[in-house]
């Protein structure tokens, strides 16, 4: 890989190469940031459901009553 003339390809082989106690970390322990990933897209969606509609006050009653 790291004498492919692909640069792109390189480069990802080369940060990976680099973080590579982290992507054992994320591949090997059983935490998860999923439940977090999926509020967020949760009230990213809500904010995209009311953009221009309403203010701050509803979208907030929105997220914490949902």
Request: hydrophobic share 45%; no cysteine.
């Amino acid at each position: 890989m790291r004498g492919s003339g692909l640069r792109a390809l390189r480069v990802f082989t080369e940060g990976l190469i680099r973080g590579q106690d982290a992507v054992r970390a994320g591949l090997s322990l059983p935490w998860s940031s999923g439940p977090v990933e999926g509020n967020v897209n949760r009230i990213k969606m809500l904010k995209r459901q009311m953009y221009g509609r309403a203010g701050f006050v509803l979208l907030r009653k929105r997220v914490l009553l949902a």
